[in-house]
């Protein structure tokens, strides 16, 4: 039985293999097996060896997870709709958890929201109500974190009050409302679009540093701002000339230090008031949170603040003394707006830029919010279906005038430890600020700006809380190309502008991508002397262990029975730690990774410098101490799929080598059917040199590709040696023909 198996092993498990022009004695297994002992090969009949022999046991054979199954529409509805996956399951007991979340959150969020409304966003205060009670129930539907909560977000805010503020300024009339339609829209659609073409992998693409450097950017910024309201110096901003521009976080610090000495007594106060109160709230609740007291965590201190102030205000009458209120927001005269439409549609050619960075940022934070929640429910998340999500909330919102709303972490955070279980912990939350809308506004008409501000200010101060630290770490481990991203960042933002910034950001960010993805990482194998372990010579001469390294089984004896371990080079130090070395007029290059366009170029030129070199970190006018270069042997053992650009190239390099007398062989090749064509269809197996010696133990299942290192060097070996019964050949005659 053993052997009719191992007879249809040998005729038919493979249906064919890339040969150079000639049929094997062995067929080589599918695809990646390569001759891995922990790989068995099947069967004719398609079944496992193991498996076969145990088959009279508990073994079954299962169809396998990646076949080819056809799915009904009810099986793909839940993830088109995600609440689909969990409304069939819900279970009445998580409706009180979601309910007590749900009533927390918007405990807190609510005057938080009026406050990047008013304060930081200049638009009236129901637009970031309505941002926080229409986002949320349309995340329940599409969204895929349960205990993510979306809502207006601060450094969103604070762009849109910066686009809205140029505009409003210079141009007389406009509707800031109607601005901010535009904006949402833009950034909902652009959010959409990106979900629909799959592009949930920009996440990826911006490093952490530029998302610091701009809230810590967007953080200072806020801090002026409550700094200028508290003082009471805003209504002298607004009676600045319009040539007179304002806008950046330097131009404000300017500002305060020239105008600070106009400030208001009563509205420094009560702002001034507020913000130590609230300093001091969150202060305790951390300190009671670290001493076990988990309640703390529910006292909404911002709420508290907001109700006291403007008990207070009415009492007392703030407004008779100078302190600006809330007022009357008009509910009642909101309109159903089309920012598609009307006078609204003549600014998206000059807002889309802000539409464009709101988007990138919200998605940003909404992403890394969702994969750290994710991570705690040890739950996937999909990044494309969390685009669709929050494209379609800002589409959605663009029709009412809400502010962009996005995840953020904070909140979703204390969400999941205020017991929420599934999204309607976030419907309720919207739920109950639109009824705040509906009834509740009246109560807040004597409700100081400046208390709003206090409000902003200890947000922006938390947002630059964790810079430092962050900042240390990365000149400890020098980060520089993350301090780099950092200081770029941060001083576009504060000098120019927050869109600036991050632009300039996110494109060194995509360059440091660009050339990372650009750069071959090819590696000048060397042997540890000794040793059958062949290490990358290019390895730091201080590093102690070796942790890329290939073993080579019966090198070092196959070495020392043959002539050629003389020619070797020597015996050359890496500095104290290793001593390795190389053969003479052999170069053994290891392609770690798949070939593309964009780093086969690179490989090119770094294969040369090697050539030249003896080294892809030597100068290039250092030149090579060894003797000239006779064999290259490739170690393809990486390279899992080239495309045709590169192959091309591949090919380039190896009729170069031709011309010149060099050998080249490829070990190692990756048995894939796709890869394997590639090569043959680009004329490369004509170029390699194959050489057939089984009876000297060489192994080629896949001719003329080499199946280890080991056999690429004795090929080389008997290339050697006959080249030298040649050369002795010629001499003898040559000296008989003289007689």
């Known amino acids: 039985m053993a052997s009719s198996r191992e007879k249809d092993l040998r005729d038919g498990s493979v249906k064919r293999a890339v040969l150079h022009g000639k049929t094997p004695a062995v067929q080589p297994p599918s695809f990646g097996a390569i001759n891995d002992p922990d790989i068995e090969p099947l069967s004719s009949s398609g079944v496992s060896r193991s498996s076969e022999t145990s088959s009279l046991g508990s073994t079954r054979q299962v169809a396998h997870s990646r076949s080819t199954q056809s799915l009904t529409i009810a099986q793909k509805l839940p993830y088109y709709l995600p609440c689909f996956s969990w409304i069939p399951s819900y279970q009445k007991e998580y409706f009180l958890h979601d309910v007590v979340a749900g009533l927390s959150l918007a405990s807190y969020q609510i005057p938080l929201s009026m406050s990047f ?39 969103v805010s604070m762009i849109v009050g910066q686009a809205i503020e140029k505009i409003v300024k210079h141009n007389d009339g406009v509707n800031p409302v109607d601005v901010l339609a535009v904006i949402t829209s833009s950034a909902g659609a652009v959010l959409l679009t990106f979900g629909l073409l799959r592009f949930g992998f920009i996440d990826n693409v911006l490093c952490g540093t530029l998302l610091k450097g701009f809230i810590t950017a967007i953080g200072l910024t806020m801090i002026l701002n409550s700094t200028i309201a508290i003082l009471g110096i805003d209504t002298v901003l607004l009676t600045l000339p319009p040539d007179e521009h304002v806008h950046s976080a330097y131009e404000k610090t300017l500002f305060i230090i020239h105008h600070g000495y106009q400030y208001h007594t009563h509205t420094l106060v009560v702002g001034l008031g507020a913000f130590v109160v609230l300093l001091a709230a969150s202060s305790v609740k951390k300190a009671l949170a670290r001493r076990k007291f988990k309640l703390s965590t529910f006292f909404p201190e911002i709420l508290v603040v907001v109700v006291l102030s403007t008990i207070l205000s009415a009492h007392f009458r703030f407004d008779k003394h100078g302190v600006r209120v809330l007022g009357k927001v008009d509910v009642e005269d909101f309109k159903f707006t089309l920012p598609f439409a009307g006078d609204a549609k003549q600014w998206y050619p000059k807002v889309f830029s802000t539409s464009f960075v709101c988007a990138i940022l919200g998605f940003f934070e909404s992403s890394s919010a969702g994969k750290s929640l994710g991570s705690s429910l040890e739950m996937p998340v999909s990044s494309n279906r969390e685009l669709v999500a929050l494209g379609s909330a800002g589409v959605v919102m663009s029709f009412f005038g809400c502010l962009p709303s996005f995840g953020g972490y904070a909140r979703s955070r204390l969400n999941s430890i205020n017991g929420a279980k599934t999204p309607v912990s976030g419907f309720i939350m919207g739920l109950t600020t639109l009824l705040v809308t509906a009834y509740m506004l009246p109560y807040v008409y004597h409700l100081p700006i400046c208390v709003l501000n206090a409000v902003i200010g200890t947000v922006g101060l938390s947002l630059v809380q ?21 200081v770029v960042t941060l001083a576009a933002s504060l000098f120019v502008s927050i869109d600036v910034g991050v632009a300039l950001g996110c494109s060194y960010s995509v360059i440091r991508v660009i050339k990372h993805s650009t750069k071959s990482r090819i590696q000048f194998l060397s042997q540890v002397a000794g040793t059958a372990t062949l290490v990358n010579a290019d390895l730091d001469a201080e590093v102690t262990g070796i942790t890329e390294q290939i073993v080579v089984p019966g090198y070092s004896d196959y070495r020392s029975q043959t002539a050629a371990a003389e020619q070797t080079s020597g015996v050359r130090s890496a500095g104290s730690k290793l001593n390795l070395e190389d053969r003479e007029g052999c170069l053994i290059v290891k392609i770690p990774e798949p070939l593309t366009f964009t780093n086969a170029s690179d490989m090119k030129a770094r294969l040369r410098r090697l050539e030249l070199c003896g080294s892809v970190k030597s100068h290039p006018a250092a030149l090579r101490s060894s003797g000239p270069i006779k064999h290259v042997v490739f170690d393809m053992n990486g390279m899992t799929s080239v495309d045709s650009s590169a192959v091309q190239m591949l090919r380039d390099t190896i009729e170069q080598y031709q011309r010149r007398g060099i050998n080249v062989f490829f070990c190692r090749v990756v048995k894939s059917a796709k890869l394997l064509d590639r090569l043959q269809l680009s004329g490369i197996n004509s170029l390699l040199q194959d050489c057939q010696g089984a009876e000297f133990g060489i192994n080629q299942v896949c001719a003329p590709y080499y199946d280890s290192i080991l056999d690429a060097l004795k090929a080389i070996d008997c290339i050697e040696a006959t080249r030298s019964m040649t050369e002795n050949q010629s001499v003898m005659s040559f000296f008989y023909d003289g007689l």
């Open 117 to 155: 409304a008013s304060a930081v966003a200049h638009v009236p205060p129901i637009c970031g109500l309505l941002g926080l009670s229409i986002a949320p129930m349309v995340y329940t539907l599409l969204g895929t974190v349960p205990q993510m909560i979306v809502g207006p977000e601060a450094a």
């Open 466 to 486: 964790e810079t430092p630290k962050d900042i240390l770490f990365h000149i400890r481990t020098r980060g520089y190309n993350e301090l780099v991203t950092f």
